[in-house]
C-alpha cells in the first residue's frame, strides 16, 4: 500500500527542495519539515485509548498513545535528516541506524554498519530514506529489520521512482509506503526523474 502525501504545503515543499539553486541549508530545513509532515500521515493510525487526568475544570478520559513502542530506523546517510526531525514528535522512540550506499556502476547496495534497539522485535518501525530509486537499498533495509525480528514497518521517503516502489511491493508486499511524490522513472545512472538530484550530497554539502 502507497500513500502519496499530496497537501499542498508538503508538495511547495519539495519543489523548493527540487530547485537546484536551494542551497545546503535551506535544503536541509525543507527535508526536515516535509519529513514531520510525511511523519504526521505515516503515525496516522498510531493507537490511542482513554487516559483519566484532571485538567484545571474537570476530571474526564482523554486520548492517549498506547500499543506497540516506535522505533525510528534510519537508512545513513540521507535518512538522519529524516529521523533526526521526526524524533522530535516521538521523543521516546528508540533509533536505529542502516548503514547502506549505492554502488555506483551496480546500483546494488553495500552495506557498512547496523545497529538497532535491542527489542526492534517489539516494536513497530518506521524506516527512513529521502530517496526511493531503485529500491534496492529500502529493501535491503527492511530484510535486515526483519531479520532482527522487526514485523510492524512502514517506509516513508519524500521522493520515490515506480521502479522502487515495485521492488517493495515485491520483496516486502506487506510494508507500508508513505512518499510525498512518485515521479516518472529512472534515468541511466539510477537517479530518479525529474528528481532532486543525490540527496546525501544535497544534505551534507558533499559535491
Ligand atoms: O533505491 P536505491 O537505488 O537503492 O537508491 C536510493 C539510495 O541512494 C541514496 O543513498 P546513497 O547510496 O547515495 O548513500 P548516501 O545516503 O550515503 O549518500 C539514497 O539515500 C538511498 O539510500
Ligand atoms: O535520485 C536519486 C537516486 C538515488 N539517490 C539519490 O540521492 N537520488
Ligand atoms: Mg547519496
Redesign the pocket.
Known sequence: MVTVVTHPLVQHKLSLMRDERTGVKEFRELAAEVSLLLAYEAMRDLETEPHPLNTPLVSGDFPMLTGKKLALVA?????LIMTDAIVQLVPAAKVGHI??????QS???VAYYNKLPADIAERRVFLT????????????AISSLQAAGATSIKLMSILA?PE?IA?IERDHPEVEIVVAAIDSH?NDH?YIVPGLG????R??G?K
Open positions: 537508512i545513513l546517510r540521507a535518512g548503514g547502506l550506499y549505492r554502488d555506483p546500483l546494488q547496495p530514506d529521502p530517496m526511493l530509486a531503485t529500491g534496492g537499498s529500502a529493501s535491503a521512482a522502487g521492488v529512472l539510477g543525490d540527496a546525501g550530497d544534505i551534507y558533499t
